[in-house]
């Protein structure tokens, strides 16, 4: 299969969807520039017109909430923040408005859009372009919060969101943006809400969202030199998260480590442990570790920034707590 | 000035502007009485500005409202009974008695939406342009809003937008002189809403609101101009707010406002003044009679329709969270 870069998959979703449905359009700040987005949208704006790839305003929470009118006006937006960090400014017309817009007019009317939005951090760019902020978004009923892994769901997972009906928060993550893989030509969608197994195993289930995907498959192929049989299960969506798939795999192995590079309390990693903990309990053979950020912003400085963020060394040393070694 | 308006136009919207009165008067009665138990935000007194922008409107057009929009609702032709079903909380509400009186829809006449969350639906009316022009059809997107809503950040960034992309949308600012409690110069250093339009390239005028007639002029203005392509305007409606903020309550029992203040606004009732230009356009007394009645027995028939209708299901608590195919109407 023709392989694709990340941030190509990510380009080549947009592009065959705008090419196939006149309901496409993507707005937001930096869809003109050379670098905000790097290579994701990559001249969209030359081949689908200005009209249809509009370089917004710094209006993060306005334009956001025309994305909004726009989706329940019959559009299928796509409205990109490039930093999560910024995202913040425009929490009314996803949390208030898109969220409940279903709900509160009793299934009559809904909000189809897609929120992109990029973890963008590391390179000394400290506490305000740093902030994995799923778990806020996650806690919300009647949004849908992907995070692909892998340039093959980097596509699939972003034309499953615009096709989807309800608001879906796609988060992707500038580390991932070099990553490659087979990608299929065609357009095609990997189903929200489906966590994908990367590799099988007995000894203990390590579950891993976004950018912990990438670093825990390195950390299961270090385990398996030292004689661990890990299964890794990447989350793929966090809202809804596959519990049948973690779950199934905790009742195998009784051991489950949860890796999200996102703060400790209060996170994905938090909800997926308290769930395992009041439906599968009795298959735990040991505590539910958890590997995240410490709760505490960003750092600047290169030395501290090593210490703050995760790498394969805490997957495995968890890991290995957990079997007593 | 009148004589420049049919008849027959401005008796539709005499009617128009006594069945929100009426419905909202009784919606009082029922709220004294305990019956409705959403927080209603009664909109008598500003009828004018509903009835005269919605006569300037296809009925495909959009319009987007906040807390107090039952007369938006009704204005544009939103169907009575389904919103008083809403406010008794009732299945068949305008929003299946998840909503109530802050959450009104009505999407087959261009209601997407009224929301409480103060200029919320400003964006998202400039979206809905932004779809209209996208699609080359031919709607307009009306928001309405408060002047509280001039204060967020939100009203700045939309008109700039909309004047940056001349989408067609007209903003309607229903300037009753109070937000909650707070009258407009204790939250605003000047009295200039209508002034943003400059600032943000787009045409703000100010209108006397309590005269459907002005109001639908000016709507109509801005309304042929939005469909030419030619971009967003803003109205400033200047109007005044005889109940409370929220609930049945005439603001004096509160002490918000002082009593000579309201007095002199009672004389500028938008309805009474309707009912002087029919009046002087030949109207017959005992016609304008016959309406009040219809209108009063159209309400009558909503409230038994709404203490008939049953409630939503219990089993059905987790509906609509998220929206799935074939719902849609």
Redesign the interface.
């Known amino acids: 299969m023709r392989t694709l870069t990340y941030a190509q998959a990510i380009r080549e979703a947009h592009a065959q969807l705008l090419r196939t449905d006149?309901r496409v359009?993507v707005?937001g700040q930096g869809l003109w520039s050379p670098w905000y987005a790097g290579t994701s949208l990559q001249g969209l704006d030359k081949e689908f017109g200005r009209?249809?790839i509009?370089d917004?305003?710094v209006?993060e929470?306005?334009?956001?909430?025309?994305?909004?009118?726009?989706?329940?006006?019959?559009?299928r937006?796509i409205v990109f923040h490039p930093r999560m960090d910024f995202m913040l400014l425009a929490v009314?017309?996803i949390v208030?408005?898109a969220a409940n817009?279903?709900?509160?007019?009793?299934?009559?009317?809904?909000a189809?859009v897609v929120i992109r939005t990029t973890i963008n951090r590391g390179g000394e760019q400290a506490a305000q372009h740093s902030q994995a902020l799923q778990a806020i978004f996650m806690h919300i009923?009647?949004l849908?919060v992907v995070m692909p892994s892998t340039p093959y769901d980097a596509k699939g997972l972003l034309i499953a969101a615009v096709s989807d009906?309800?608001p879906v928060l796609y988060i992707d993550d500038r580390w991932l943006y070099g990553e490659v893989c087979g990608v299929p030509e065609e357009l095609y969608r990997v189903p929200i809400g489906k966590a994908a197994v990367r590799r099988g195993g007995k000894d203990i289930t390590i579950v891993a969202t976004s950018s912990m995907a990438a670093v825990a498959a390195q950390a299961v192929r270090a385990l398996e030199e030292r004689g661990v049989d890990a299964e890794l299960i990447d989350l793929r969506s966090v809202k809804p998260w596959d519990r049948e798939a973690v779950y199934s795999s905790v009742r195998k192995t009784g051991r489950l480590v949860v890796a999200d590079a996102a703060w400790h309390t209060c996170g994905v990693a938090a909800e997926i442990a308290a769930s395992v903990a009041g439906d599968v309990f009795d298959a735990l053979k040991a505590p539910v570790a958890r590997v995240c950020l410490p709760d505490a912003p960003a750092p600047m400085s290169a030395p501290l920034e090593r210490a703050y963020y995760l790498g394969v060394d805490d997957i495995i040393s968890a890991v290995e707590k957990l079997l007593g070694q | 000035m009148e004589r420049d308006v049919p008849i027959d136009l401005l008796h539709g919207m005499y009617v128009s502007m006594l069945r929100i009165r009426l419905f909202e008067e009784r919606a009082a009665e029922l709220v004294d009485a305990g019956e409705i138990k959403t927080p209603c935000h009664l909109y008598i007194g500003q009828e004018a500005i509903a009835v005269g922008v919605c006569a300037a409107l296809e009925r495909d057009d959009y319009v987007w409202g906040g807390h107090r929009s039952h007369g938006h609702y009704l204005a544009k032709g939103g169907d009575l009974r389904a919103m008083m079903a809403e406010l008794h909380g009732k299945a068949t509400g305008c929003s299946k008695g998840r909503g109530g009186s802050m959450h009104l829809v009505a999407p087959e006449v261009g209601i997407l939406g009224t929301v409480p969350l103060v200029a919320a639906t400003i964006p998202m009316a400039v979206g809905a342009a932004l779809a209209t022009q996208l699609r080359r059809d031919a709607r307009v997107s009306v928001s309405f809003f408060g002047d509280g809503a001039t204060e967020e950040g939100h009203f700045h960034e939309s008109l700039n937008i909309a004047s940056v992309y001349r989408l067609p949308v007209l903003f309607v600012c229903e300037n009753n002189l109070y937000s909650s409690h707070m009258q407009l110069l204790e939250r605003r250093a000047c009295d200039n809403i209508d002034r943003a339009g400059e600032a943000h390239g787009l045409p703000g005028v100010r209108v006397d609101g309590n005269d459907v007639v002005a109001v639908y002029r000016a709507a109509v203005v801005a309304v042929e101009r939005a469909r030419r392509g030619e971009g967003p305007a803003l109205l400033e409606c200047r109007t005044y707010r005889w109940r409370g903020h929220v609930g049945a309550s005439w603001d004096m029992d509160v002490g918000v406002k002082r009593r000579d203040e309201f007095k002199d606004w009672l004389s500028k009732d938008p309805i009474a003044r309707a009912g002087q230009q029919l009046r002087a356009l030949g109207a017959e007394e005992l016609e304008l009679d016959r309406v009040v009645h219809h209108v009063r027995r159209e309400v009558d028939e909503a409230v038994t329709f709404a203490r008939e209708s049953p409630y939503p299901a219990v089993s059905g608590l987790l509906e609509h969270v998220y929206w799935t195919d074939g719902e849609r109407r």
């Not at chain 1, 306005?62 to 329940?72: D, Q």
């Open positions: 006149s359009f707005i009209g249809r509009i917004s305003p209006s929470n306005a334009i956001t909430g025309a994305a909004v009118g726009a989706a329940i006006a019959g559009m937006p009314d017309p208030n408005q817009w279903s709900y509160m007019f009793g299934g009559q009317v809904s189809p009923p009647g849908k009906g309800n």
